[in-house]
């Protein structure tokens, strides 16, 4: 997987250069952390909900994030709106479905969002994941009942009906297309004890997907870059609270020459 290490490098050394303009429409709970997480990183952030801009501010951005965590009608309708747009313009479009299987309007939002848009990558849990697929799964509140493989071939099957990247995260995580799968396994259990972890990897495959044509190597370089992130702020921390710090230092310090010596690939297809 050298080569795949070698494009994380050129990834975030693209990033870091142009610094690309980051689409979001996210939930309330996490908007100042990931909007910190991509400044530090090197993109740009712009949070912005409101219908009447998203179509413009959507048509200059590099990436459009969709993260349906504090859902109302109105934001569901500007998600969509969003979308139809920068799927007219090839913007590329992620989405994290939090939560979905918990509610019925989550779990319907979700497949809404699918159904009327061009999403390039959806990245969740293994339950959130599984439940685009099967009604009948469910989450405990945001997190995950299931383990990463539980939604592994689910995943590789939903990727393949909706030309999708699919991006279950865990203690490993795994990248399909439906075709190739990938394993990511750098990361630390600290990341674990903090709210809007998976959501900043979503923005982060963002990012990423904004310099990097390809979703899924977009997605398992981000990955990659992100949980080698929570290593390095480990070291830094005693606990959660210092380790939210420590990950926003580790965003901005992890030079392209070390993602490259510590990405944890593993061709799983």
């Not at 939002?109 to 599984?130: H, M, P, Q, W, Y």
């Not at 393949?160 to 995260?169: C, I, N, P, R």
């Amino acid at each position: 997987m050298k080569r795949l290490s070698e494009k994380a490098a050129r990834n975030l050394a693209a990033i870091r250069k142009k610094k690309p303009l980051i689409h979001n429409i996210t939930n309330y709970v996490v908007m100042n952390y990931t909007a910190n997480a991509l400044l530090a990183m090197g993109a740009s952030p712009v949070m912005a909900h409101a219908s009447n801009e998203v179509e413009e501010m959507v048509s200059f951005a590099g990436a459009l994030v969709l993260n349906i965590g504090t859902l109302t009608d109105d934001w569901i309708a500007s998600m969509i709106k969003a979308g139809k747009k920068a799927s007219e313009s090839k913007t590329p479009i992620i989405l994290d479905p939090v939560g979905s299987g918990a509610t019925s309007l989550r779990t319907s939002a979700a497949k809404r969002i699918i159904r009327k848009t061009r999403v390039s990558v959806i990245r969740g849990n293994a339950s959130e994941i599984l439940s685009l697929r099967k009604d009948d799964s469910k989450t405990k509140g945001v997190d995950s009942i299931h383990s990463v493989e539980a939604a592994a071939k689910s995943a590789k099957i939903l990727a393949g009906e909706l030309g999708s990247v699919l991006a279950v995260t865990g203690p490993t995580d795994l990248i399909t297309d439906g075709k190739q799968v990938i394993r990511v396994s750098n990361g630390h259990p600290l990341m674990g004890y903090v709210t809007g972890t998976g959501c900043t990897a979503t923005v982060t495959i963002g990012a990423f997907l904004s310099v990097d044509g390809d979703p899924v190597s977009a997605t398992a370089t981000a990955l990659a870059f992100f949980g080698l992130a929570g290593e390095v702020a480990a070291k830094n921390a005693s606990a959660p609270g210092s380790f939210m710090i420590s990950m926003l230092d580790a965003l901005y310090t992890i030079t392209p020459e070390e993602l490259l010596r510590e990405c944890k690939f593993e061709d799983g297809t």
